[in-house]
């Protein structure tokens, strides 16, 4: 790797570094204790998931692939999770049902890592 690839990763493992640190801040050591905090944790762990997959993938594409699989069944998960902090910002009532959103994603996320395992299938891998 030349300067501006070393560079490169290093930025984009800092951004996602600190996008773990901030997940473990709104999780643990905030002084109010919203609910609201916990979803906005767990966007940012999977959308830090989601970088540092990327960014290892583009430099090292021999990775491991649990790995890979582990970053794209993160990206199923964004989805409830935006969806879930801005609703407990709007209506904190509404999102007391949390299970609702997040249980069937990650069935579909065992289901999808069954039915189409990523060793069988690097292809479609390839594009997200």
Request: hydrophobic share 55%; with cysteine; charged share 15%.
């Amino acid at each position: 790797m030349n300067f501006e690839q070393q560079l490169l990763f290093f930025f984009s493992a800092l951004g996602a570094f600190n996008g773990f640190m901030l997940s473990i801040y709104f999780a643990y050591s905030t002084k109010d204790k919203k609910f609201s905090n916990y979803f906005l944790s767990l966007l940012l762990l999977v959308l830090s998931i989601r970088i540092i997959k990327s960014v290892f993938l583009f430099f090292n594409p021999n990775i491991f692939s649990v790995f890979i699989k582990i970053g794209l069944s993160a990206c199923v998960l964004i989805g409830p999770a935006l969806y879930l902090y801005i609703v407990s910002q709007i209506k904190p009532s509404k999102a007391k049902k949390w299970w609702v959103h997040i249980i069937p994603s990650l069935c579909i996320v065992i289901i999808l890592g069954i039915v189409y395992p990523y060793l069988d299938n690097r292809e479609r891998g390839r594009f997200f």
